[in-house]
């Protein structure tokens, strides 16, 4: 044996050393495992094999999901191999829509912690003690996942479960993009719930106080900043799911300081930037001879506009041009300068024409913003009713209409209502998958905005380029590089690229975010050939 070797019983138990059944004679002799094992010695190929007709023979798909997660704690390799060989298949059920499930379900199926970091805002003094032992078995941290789990998706406030959104988001990182999984750290920060049913709940095994709020919260969130930028200098900071108002606040208090990036913020507005520019190929229109109204103005609504707003911007439009583009829709309607309560991002959206103010019914405001783009991030199912939807119909031929809250069950419209609605006209994407539609002789495949299609892509170029920040610039390469992948001279072609394509998008996008972030001098990694770096920092899952 080599000196430190982990041999006999341990190596079973480390998910990144552990072969199971894949371990060949003379490393079973090495390693003392003679005796802990079945005779048979499987090549990776068959250990996949055999792992898929079990998950096969599941049929709800949490119970695939949480036999993956037994997978992914004793043999990470395996987990890799077969979620890489079955990708269209599997990400649907590590990440959303079922992650909600294990999200919702952490405290009662708790078996393993998924080596994450556990963090407890009530002892700041503790944080480099977790991430240095959360970290010990890694390479090194080239990406945190971080969450708070106050707005885990479409399902609200989940506490500590929301370390499975940590947990899942960086498996589709390796999956998508090729990120080493022995360089990247999932992290759950712990200020407790406001969610009365996990307080009240026995078996919930997070802290069951109110969360902390204010200065006091922000002071932690600066406390693990330092610490985690002192331990990792060139860590990407992935924030996800954290509330409205802190998601904001955090982002725009670091985003010119360390490498950070808010998926729900500005990854779910990429994502709406590149349907915009598909959208404007197929209307034959450019984003600036557009309308936008979002029907939705928390975190994810007011991250598309700013996105929107900056891809106005860049043909040209000034900022305040660019604003008068947008209109926003929140739960008191339509938002204009004569609501009080706004956010400071609702704020700078605010219309303040006198006669919008008090519209509420989204018929009324289809009919005085006359919008061609409808973008749904309210999470209220069926707000887009028929009547809403064939309002569209009576200023645009091909109206866009993108209904993307998650999950399904939240979505303002199905995409079959939608193509049936407009004689097959609509231009629409969703946030979860969505089956094709058949109508009147034709297939229309529908488009996700999977953020899976962006951030593993942007996180890598973001690795490969060892970026400072992470700018506007390259935000909307990402958005560019997702945009063009798609042939969309067919009726019924999707807007955004199948999840099939997610390692082609994720290579793509690394690429342009490379590049971009060269251009913008943040590269601080000298590169003479950005294909080839990405390319020689793609992980993939095989035995050494």
């Not at 912690?113 to 080239?142: F, G």
């Amino acid at each position: 044996m080599e000196k430190n070797e982990t041999y006999g019983k341990n190596v079973l138990t480390e998910p990144f050393i552990n072969k199971g059944t894949a371990f060949t004679d003379e490393e079973r002799t090495r390693l003392h495992l003679h005796g802990l094992l079945p005779a048979a010695v499987e090549t990776l190929s068959e250990q996949v094999n055999r792992a898929y007709k079990k998950l096969s023979a599941l049929t709800e798909n949490y119970a695939k999901n949480q036999y993956l997660m037994s997978i992914y704690n004793s043999n990470r390799t395996l987990y890799y191999a077969i979620v890489g060989a079955y990708t269209e298949e599997l990400l649907p059920v590590i990440y959303t829509p079922t992650i909600a499930d294990a999200v919702t379900h952490f405290s009662r199926d708790f078996v393993l912690p998924h080596d994450a970091a556990y963090l407890d805002t009530a002892h700041p003094e503790r944080i480099e003690e977790a991430l240095k032992s959360a970290a010990a078995s890694l390479d090194a941290v080239d990406v945190m996942v971080i969450t708070d789990g106050e707005g885990v998706l479409g399902i609200g406030d989940w506490g500590v479960g929301g370390v499975m959104i940590s947990v899942g988001k960086l498996a589709v990182y390796t999956v998508a993009s090729g990120l080493d999984p022995r360089r990247v750290l999932p992290v759950v920060i712990d200020n407790g719930t406001a969610n009365p049913e996990l307080l009240a709940d026995p078996d919930y095994i997070g802290k069951k106080v109110e969360r902390k709020t204010g200065g006091e919260y922000l002071a932690y969130i600066d406390e693990f900043v330092k610490v985690a930028s002192q331990l990792f200098p060139d860590v990407l900071f992935h924030w996800e799911d954290f509330g409205r108002g802190n998601a904001a606040t955090i982002l725009e208090t670091y985003q010119d300081k360390i490498t950070t990036f808010n998926d729900d913020i500005q990854g779910t507005g990429i994502m709406m930037a590149a349907a915009v520019y598909a959208v404007a190929e197929v209307t034959e229109k450019t984003i600036d001879a557009h309308r936008y109204l979002l029907f939705g103005g928390g975190t994810a609504g007011i991250g598309i506009a700013d996105q929107i707003r900056c891809e106005l911007m860049l043909t040209g439009l000034t900022e305040s041009e660019a604003y008068d583009k947008i209109y926003i829709v929140d739960r008191f309607g339509l938002v204009t300068q004569s609501l009080s309560a706004l956010t400071e991002g609702q704020k700078r959206y605010a219309r303040r024409e006198s006669l919008l103010a008090g519209l509420s019914v989204l018929t009324e405001i289809i009919e005085a913003v006359k919008p061609s783009v409808l973008i749904g991030c309210s999470g209220q199912p069926g707000a887009f009713t028929e009547e809403a939807v064939r309002k569209m119909l009576d200023f645009n031929e091909r109206p866009a209409i993108l209904p993307i809250s998650n999950p399904t069950k939240l979505c303002e419209a199905t995409a079959e209502d939608l193509i049936k609605w407009t004689n097959g006209k609509a231009l629409v994407v969703t946030g979860s998958p969505s089956s094709p539609v058949f109508f009147e002789g034709h297939t229309y495949v529908i488009g996700q905005a999977n953020n899976a299609l962006l951030y593993p892509g942007l996180g890598l170029g973001i690795v490969v380029a060892k970026a400072s920040t992470v700018t506007e610039n390259m935000l909307s390469k990402a958005a560019g590089a997702i945009s063009s992948l798609q042939d969309l001279s067919q009726l019924g072609a999707p807007i955004l690229p199948p999840l099939k394509f997610v390692r082609e998008a994720s290579r793509y996008v690394a690429q342009a975010v490379v590049q971009a972030a060269i251009d913008d001098g943040v590269a601080t990694r000298k590169i003479q050939d950005v294909q080839k770096a990405v390319e020689q920092e793609i992980w993939s899952p095989r035995y050494d």
